[in-house]
């Protein structure tokens, strides 16, 4: 299209900012493409053949195309660019991040949220990939690749109906909760091991009947919050239930809690987040 408005190679070329060869090597590729001249050429001057007049027209509109394309998947891009992929491993979790978030759109309304609730092998593989940008996690199970900050320490707790003789406690010792009849008990790879020792250590004799095994937090803390059993769990912000006191476990060491995110992926936006979720993760008592 240069050549055929200028019908000048050299001017093209200067317009393109390439040099005349590389114009008239193109302008051959294409001929040979297309099976037909596009330009006469002589020393002295340039003009289009037919063909040359007939594929302006589709070449005009080729261009707008591709003009508008570029631009709208420019757009998309910096779109994408706005959206906040946050993963998490429960819906307990989910709780804490959408109140933030809530705070954060306040401050900034030109973001999407994209939540992902998902185990938390798989958050790892979310995370690595690009897919979400921030994930809730133990320092212990933070990903290798990954920038890991502490939001809170947080203590080993024993979870307990509200009209439990425990629940008046200041604290329980191993000792006082090896004499609760029923213990809500998690899998190995969705606790710190922090928990998993004191579960371990509480359900080692026990009747296989007071033993009620629980698929995730959610369940622990429903089958707790209706009196069936007592569960140790990690006192992590917005885990807390109506229903259900929960007594910090003696000689037990707290354990780091926070978020995990890749350094290129720290945006102002991902900064801020992580900020509101320190704040409300340093609030005891939220429930």
């Known amino acids: 299209m240069a050549v055929a408005n200028s019908l000048n190679f050299s001017r093209a070329a200067e317009q393109l900012r390439l040099t005349q060869p590389a114009v008239s090597h193109q302008i051959s590729s294409l001929e040979d493409e297309l099976g037909v001249k596009l330009f006469n050429r002589t020393s002295r001057s340039v003009r289009l053949t037919q063909a040359g007049y007939l594929y302006t027209q589709y070449a005009g509109e ?22 906040l992929g946050v993963g998490c491993r429960n819906t307990l979790e989910l709780r804490l991040l959408s109140t933030a978030m809530a705070r954060l759109r306040a401050e900034d309304a030109g973001f999407v949220p994209s939540f992902r ?120 912000p917005g885990i807390r239930e109506p229903g259900v006191a929960y007594v910090p476990v003696e000689d037990t060491e707290a354990v780091s809690y926070g978020a995990a995110y890749m350094a290129d992926e720290l945006s102002p936006l991902l900064r801020r987040l992580m900020a509101i979720l320190g704040e409300y993760a340093n609030a005891r008592g939220q429930n």
């Open 117 to 236: 609730v998902v185990p938390h092998d798989s958050l790892e593989n979310l995370l690595l990939d690009g897919e979400i940008q921030i994930m809730p996690t133990f320092k212990e199970n933070s990903p290798r690749r990954a920038v890991y900050r502490e939001l809170s320490l947080c203590p080993v707790v024993a979870a307990v109906a509200e009209s439990d003789p425990i629940a008046a406690k200041p604290s329980v010792s191993a000792g006082e909760l090896a004499q609760v009849r029923r213990l809500a008990v998690s899998r190995p790879n969705a606790a710190p091991r922090q928990v998993i020792s004191v579960q371990n250590s509480l359900i080692a004799g026990r009747d296989p009947g007071d033993i009620i095994f629980c698929e995730g937090i959610e369940i622990q803390s429903a089958i707790v919050a209706a009196g069936f059993a007592a569960a140790i769990l990690t006192d992590v």
């Open 62 to 83: 080729i261009l707008r195309l591709f003009n508008v394309s570029r631009g709208r998947v420019r757009a998309a891009n910096d779109e994408q660019q706005r959206i």
